[in-house]
């Protein structure tokens, strides 16, 4: 947008006020008092623009959904042309698309997880993962972790770990246990001949980038399969190379039963989710009746252009190794900043492009996320923990990028340490 000062406050109010009277008026005054007013306009690589012309270097990286940066020219070329030719499938004939779709991801999904039921986003990848596992298993009990985050539909909600979100929605799934993530002897006493299937993140997103102890997940995977219980690995945020490795569970040596996706299955371009499972489970779910789980968008062809074109980039361009790669750059300058900061930094974790910074204080965490703004950076808030803000890169983020980021943290550390010292 080319748009003079005037104008620029002309939309932001009248957005504001569109937001207060027809989506919602706590998020218009949210962003209104952390100074993030000024409606986002276009977006490129690393970039977003807002409508005042003002660039941002994103590591929020739509919660991990822009593991490829904003409009990869290549996704979007993909789309481009399967918009050309059709952009919603009549449902009555098979689809090309999804077929090659779902043929990709089991090029790159672990073990013997070769089908893939395609949907439009996370929780409903969670969703049909829930629904699998109770008809493969025929036993009703879910064991999720503590602050553990999948969805906000009722499935989702129902294992996932923060009552602040469930309390007004009960009744849920009837028979959920919430077990501290990381710790084995918890769930040996939390798991039983009723349990369906324990689901966790393999690095917990929402909760504060909590990263388990090695021997966790074997641990984990061996419980379950003792016990009858499937292993759902919820990598809605971490597949495709957010953490180092294709998959986070590749990092404990284990294949999960089901896997679920989202987030950069798209290519930052169509939102996309997806379930997987080997062919045993698949019979369970839709060897009697194909249609006992469906979706009218999910896996349509735009969707389906975007995975197999962002599965592609993720591999031509080496993503995984860079993520891997820059993610110990980025831990090591963080924790130079907590080393700096001790008082007020708690604790810095992560693997690969996926780095939590722990303050003492969530008043701490919303005064760095605003420093950073206000030096054009965007870090992430983390829903279930907002004691510790996110650094959630694009896989695509060059060095002096990530210096820049770690830079205004920095000084966004400093500045509200030094303003906890006027305080006292
Ligand atoms: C691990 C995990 N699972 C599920 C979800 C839900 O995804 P969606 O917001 O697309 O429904 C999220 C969203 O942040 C997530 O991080």
Same mark, same amino acid.
């Given at each position: 947008?080319?748009?003079?000062?005037? %104008?620029?406050?002309?939309?932001?109010?009248?957005?504001?006020?569109?937001? #207060?009277?027809?989506?919602?008026?706590?998020?218009?005054?949210?962003?209104?008092?952390?100074?993030?007013?000024?409606?986002?306009?276009?977006?490129?690589?690393?970039?977003?623009?807002?409508?005042?012309? #003002?660039?941002?270097?994103? =590591?929020?990286?739509?919660?991990? *959904?822009?593991?490829?940066?904003?409009?990869? $020219? !290549?996704?979007?070329?993909?789309? !481009?042309? @399967?918009?050309?030719?059709?952009?919603?499938?009549?449902?009555?004939?098979?689809?090309?698309?999804?077929?090659?779709?779902?043929? %990709?991801?089991?090029?790159?999904? $672990?073990?013997?997880?070769?089908? +893939?039921?395609?949907?439009?986003?996370?929780?409903?990848?969670?969703?049909?993962?829930?629904?699998?596992?109770?008809?493969?298993?025929?036993? +009703?009990?879910?064991?999720? %972790?503590?602050?553990?985050?999948?969805?906000?539909?009722?499935?989702?909600? +129902?294992?996932? &770990?923060?009552?602040?979100?469930?309390?007004?929605?009960?009744?849920?799934?009837?028979?959920? @246990?919430?077990?501290?993530?990381?710790?084995?002897?918890?769930?040996?006493?939390?798991?039983?001949?009723?349990?369906?299937?324990?689901?966790?993140?393999?690095? @917990?997103?929402?909760?504060?980038?909590?990263?388990?102890?090695?021997?966790?997940?074997?641990?984990? #995977?061996?419980?379950?399969?003792?016990?009858?219980?499937?292993?759902?690995?919820?990598?809605?945020?971490?597949?495709?190379?957010?953490?180092?490795?294709?998959? *986070?569970?590749?990092?404990?040596?284990?294949?999960?039963?089901?896997?679920?996706? %989202?987030?950069?299955?798209?290519?930052?371009?169509? $939102?996309?989710?997806?379930?997987?499972?080997?062919?045993?489970?698949?019979?369970?779910?839709?060897?009697?009746?194909?249609?006992?789980? +469906?979706?009218?968008?999910?896996?349509?062809?735009?969707?389906?252009?975007?995975?197999?074109?962002?599965?592609?980039?993720?591999?031509?361009?080496?993503?995984?190794?860079?993520?891997?790669?820059?993610?110990? !750059?980025?831990?090591?300058?963080?924790?130079?900043? @907590?080393?700096?900061?001790?008082?007020?930094?708690?604790?810095?974790?992560?693997? &690969?492009?996926?780095?939590?910074?722990?303050?003492?204080?969530?008043?701490?965490?919303?005064?760095?996320?605003?420093? =950073?703004? #206000?030096?054009?950076?965007?870090?992430?808030?983390?829903?279930?923990?907002?004691?510790?803000?996110?650094?959630?890169?694009?896989?695509?983020?060059?060095?002096?990028?990530?210096?820049?980021?770690?830079?205004?943290?920095?000084?966004?550390?400093?500045?509200?340490?030094?303003?906890?010292?006027?305080?006292?």
């Amino acid at each position: 947008m080319n748009i003079d000062e005037a %104008a620029v406050e002309r939309i932001s109010e009248e957005t504001a006020e569109k937001y #207060r009277s027809f989506v919602n008026p706590g998020i218009a005054n949210i962003l209104n008092f952390s100074g993030f007013d000024v409606p986002e306009d276009r977006a490129e690589g690393c970039y977003i623009w807002d409508i005042s012309g #003002r660039k941002f270097l994103d =590591c929020v990286g739509g919660y991990g *959904a822009f593991s490829l940066g904003h409009r990869h $020219p !290549k996704v979007v070329e993909a789309v !481009k042309a @399967q918009l050309d030719k059709e952009a919603l499938k009549s449902h009555f004939f098979m689809s090309i698309e999804l077929a090659e779709a779902c043929e %990709a991801l089991a090029g790159v999904l $672990p073990g013997d997880i070769n089908y +893939s039921f395609l949907c439009s986003s996370g929780t409903e990848a969670v969703e049909g993962a829930l629904k699998c596992a109770r008809i493969h298993t025929g036993r +009703s009990k879910y064991i999720g %972790a503590v602050n553990g985050f999948h969805g906000k539909s009722y499935g989702s909600l +129902s294992v996932s &770990g923060r009552e602040v979100y469930k309390e007004k929605f009960r009744p849920l799934l009837p028979v959920t @246990q919430h077990v501290p993530f990381g710790d084995a002897c918890a769930l040996a006493n939390a798991i039983d001949d009723d349990t369906a299937a324990v689901i966790l993140e393999v690095v @917990q997103g929402e909760a504060g980038v909590n990263i388990a102890p090695d021997d966790y997940f074997p641990k984990v #995977r061996k419980m379950c399969s003792a016990n009858g219980a499937l292993l759902i690995c919820d990598e809605v945020r971490t597949a495709f190379g957010r953490t180092g490795k294709m998959f *986070a569970s590749e990092h404990y040596g284990i294949t999960p039963d089901i896997v679920t996706m %989202a987030k950069a299955l798209g290519g930052g371009v169509m $939102p996309v989710g997806a379930f997987s499972a080997n062919a045993e489970i698949w019979d369970s779910m839709f060897g009697k009746n194909p249609y006992l789980h +469906s979706t009218t968008f999910g896996g349509n062809p735009l969707a389906c252009a975007a995975v197999i074109a962002a599965i592609k980039v993720t591999i031509e361009e080496k993503l995984v190794e860079r993520s891997a790669r820059l993610g110990i !750059k980025l831990l090591n300058d963080l924790k130079m900043v @907590q080393a700096r900061y001790p008082n007020i930094v708690k604790e810095v974790r992560g693997k &690969g492009l996926l780095a939590g910074v722990e303050f003492d204080h969530e008043d701490f965490a919303a005064l760095v996320i605003a420093g =950073c703004g #206000r030096r054009d950076v965007l870090v992430a808030y983390s829903l279930n923990n907002p004691k510790v803000i996110r650094v959630e890169p694009p896989l695509i983020i060059n060095e002096s990028e990530l210096d820049r980021a770690i830079v205004a943290i920095s000084e966004a550390v400093a500045e509200t340490a030094e303003m906890l010292e006027g305080i006292a």
